[in-house]
């Protein structure tokens, strides 16, 4: 298997705009999803396939894609996105990044 | 409404053995992938392997082979993560999810089952 690597954490202040990146090998040649998780909760679909959002997730999380690096972009950050980021590979590895956790200054 | 029900929290002593189950509702459980990822106290998620309930069709990680059996029961539509013989590291929270079919990711969660092992 192979390894997604984040940055541990991300911090912006509200209304800027957060980039959480995803680095690995296979990425280019993988689809990649992005989930956030809350204190307490189980986590939650916000992208797939690089850069599709699912219904009901808000207009400011975007994704896309770079050579090995996949990039989620929260712009206009709200104080109720503060929570951990975790990319995962669309392949039948799985595998998911160490997880980034974004707070709102 | 699309959701997955898991069993409550467990408390085990090591060496014993424990299943936990993730209940489907409101879809076709036979169509889609179920996943089991674990989240370690404190630590990121972690990808145990996955079933499709249709088939039976397994798959598991590396990490995971061996260690854990998934099943399901399609008359139920429930899944289900066992252990044989729990350590104290197995003490986690375990996540259930259904993959969203045409590579949609793991689009729908189930609440947690928190598994402690200790003597």
């Known amino acids: 298997s192979y390894e997604l690597t984040q940055p541990p954490s991300v911090s912006v202040s509200p209304g800027q705009t957060a980039r959480i990146t995803c680095s690995g090998d296979a990425l280019p040649k993988q689809y990649a999803y992005w989930y956030q998780q809350k204190p307490g909760q189980a986590p939650v679909l916000v992208i797939y396939?690089?850069?599709e959002r699912p219904s009901g997730i808000p207009e400011r999380f975007s994704g896309s894609s770079s050579g090995t690096t996949v990039t989620l972009t929260i712009s206009g950050v709200q104080a109720e996105d503060e929570a951990d980021y975790y990319c995962q590979s669309a392949d039948s590895s799985g595998v998911f990044g160490g997880g980034t956790k974004l707070t709102v200054l | 409404e699309v959701q997955l029900v898991q069993s409550g929290a467990e408390v085990k002593k090591p060496g014993e053995s424990l299943k936990i189950s993730c209940k489907g509702s409101g879809y076709s459980f036979t169509s889609y992938w179920i996943g089991w990822v674990r989240q370690m106290p404190g630590k990121g998620l972690e990808w145990m392997g996955i079933i499709y309930p249709g088939d039976s069709d397994t798959r598991y990680s590396p990490s995971f082979q061996g260690q854990v059996t998934i099943s399901a029961d399609k008359s139920i539509s429930t899944a289900y993560l066992q252990w044989s013989s729990l350590k104290a590291s197995d003490t986690a929270m375990y996540y259930c999810a259904r993959h969203g079919s045409n590579l949609t990711g793991m689009d729908v969660w189930g609440q947690g089952t928190t598994v402690t092992v200790s003597s």
């Open positions: 396939k690089d850069s």
